[in-house]
């Protein structure tokens, strides 16, 4: 079908599936707003390892500068976010520090208004560092 508007794209989207096949299985067919560019990914999971929780949705930028994981001790959960560019780019979960990045087609520059800290802390968040 054609596209709604020029670049449009489609994302993987659902909220608090039990896991990745619920998400992706019932996940709408439909462009992404205007005014978003990335597709979010959140995975919430035991220790062991198991889903507890799947989040997919489009968003702009902001929404994709902190990415990583994250332990909840007191719960005993592990949460990792990631975040990517193009069109249903979110198939796979994030389950570790390797693959909860930002990943884009096309360098993050100057036109996208991104200040100095911005810009080195989606590098710095990309970078695992």
């Not at 978003?36 to 489009?58: A, D, I, N, P």
Request: glycine share 4%; aromatic share 10%.
């Amino acid at each position: 079908s054609a596209t709604p508007y020029p670049h449009g794209f489609k994302c993987f989207t659902c909220e608090k599936a039990a896991d990745n096949y619920e998400c992706n299985r019932w996940a709408p067919d439909v462009y992404c707003p205007r005014g978003t560019r990335y597709c979010f990914s959140q995975h919430m999971m035991k220790v062991t390892g198991e889903s507890v929780s799947v989040t997919k949705r489009c968003v702009p930028l902001e929404d994709c500068l902190s990415t990583g994981c994250t332990y909840i001790k007191h719960e005993e959960y592990k949460v990792c976010t990631s975040c990517c560019e193009g069109s249903i780019c979110n198939l796979p979960l994030p389950r570790n520090t390797t693959d909860a990045v930002f990943t884009t087609l096309s360098p993050l520059n100057k036109t996208q208004r991104l200040s100095q800290p911005a810009l080195l802390t989606a590098v710095c968040l990309w970078l695992g560092l």
